[in-house]
């Protein structure tokens, strides 16, 4: 699969000897973009080899995965269910619309219980409860996961740097796994604190060509203020390229203050957009902003 990679301009890049380029995986298909088509590929090629009617997955009321689960689910004549961290909010908001849309049932279950999803016990019920389907952990991350985001980058992409957004470690672990050991991944973490994903990551890779940065979460998930909406519009207007304010503007936000104060110098540096634009109409809808969706 060919994936578009585009260099964007900034007066800093230049002041540091920087080129930077942006790989776009939100445009490699209309319906599952971004990293979510990388995560899912193999989980569906091993639902529907085990012959698997349904597919279960985990997930906020914002999430990415829910709506690409469910799209994904649907083109492969697969039934699809999603629980959901929380309570039911009415109306639906955009993301859950489309998920049901696409004839995912949504389940709701309180926080404290979500905590518990991964426990023997829980996913023991779930089976018991829904018919046995193939269960997808929360963001996708699970070995064939990595294998899917494995295919990202290629061994002739030689850049110094390599970036991406960090949610639950599986897109960066599939990154690291094919990079070269000269080259150094950074992963800029959307949620707040670090400990465990450093721990999950260290389950996927032997690597240690990595590092994640964990300084521009704007205060953790989905969290963010004016100043990062700006940077999002002007990011837009200067390259044309729109980016999700949960996931993507963080990082860009983060590698460009890094390079301002010169602690990357004299490199090549290519940022993987993991798409995610869905969300941002759910961000226009709730705290009526104006972010690009497209």
């Known amino acids: 699969m060919k994936i578009e990679t585009h260099e964007i301009f900034n007066s800093i890049y230049k002041d540091a000897n920087v080129k930077v380029y942006v790989k776009r995986l939100d445009l490699i298909d209309s319906e599952v973009s971004g990293n979510k088509y990388f995560k899912l590929k193999y989980n569906i090629e091993e639902a529907k080899s085990k012959l698997f009617n349904t597919v279960l997955t985990f997930g906020g009321a914002f999430s990415n995965h829910i709506l690409a689960t469910s799209i994904i689910a ?136 990595w590092t994640l940065v964990d300084k521009y979460n704007f205060g953790g998930y989905a969290k963010f203020n004016e100043r990062l909406i700006n940077f999002v519009s002007e990011f837009y207007l200067t390259n044309n390229i729109p980016l999700d304010l949960i996931y993507t503007a963080k990082m860009i936000y983060g590698i460009n203050d890094l390079i301002k104060r010169k602690k990357i110098v004299d490199s090549s540096v290519l940022i993987i957009h993991t798409g995610g634009l869905q969300g941002n109409v759910g961000m226009n809808n709730r705290f009526n902003l104006n972010l690009p969706v497209i």
């Open 74 to 209: 649907k083109n492969n004549n697969l039934s699809s269910i999603g629980v959901i961290r929380g309570e039911e909010h009415s109306p639906l908001n955009y993301t859950l619309q489309e998920a049901v849309a696409n004839g995912m049932k949504l389940i709701y279950i309180s926080r404290n219980k979500y905590k518990l999803k991964d426990s023997k016990e829980f996913l023991s019920k779930i089976n018991n409860n829904h018919g046995n389907p193939y269960i997808i952990p929360e963001g996708g991350t699970n070995a064939l996961a990595i294998k899917g985001t494995s295919n990202i980058i290629s061994n002739y992409e030689k850049y110094n740097y390599i970036c991406c957004p960090v949610g639950t470690g599986g897109t960066i672990s599939g990154i690291i796994n094919s990079s070269d050991i000269n080259q150094c991944i950074l992963g800029f973490v959307a949620i707040g604190g670090c400990k465990r994903l450093k721990k999950d990551i260290n389950l996927w890779t032997d690597k240690d060509n």
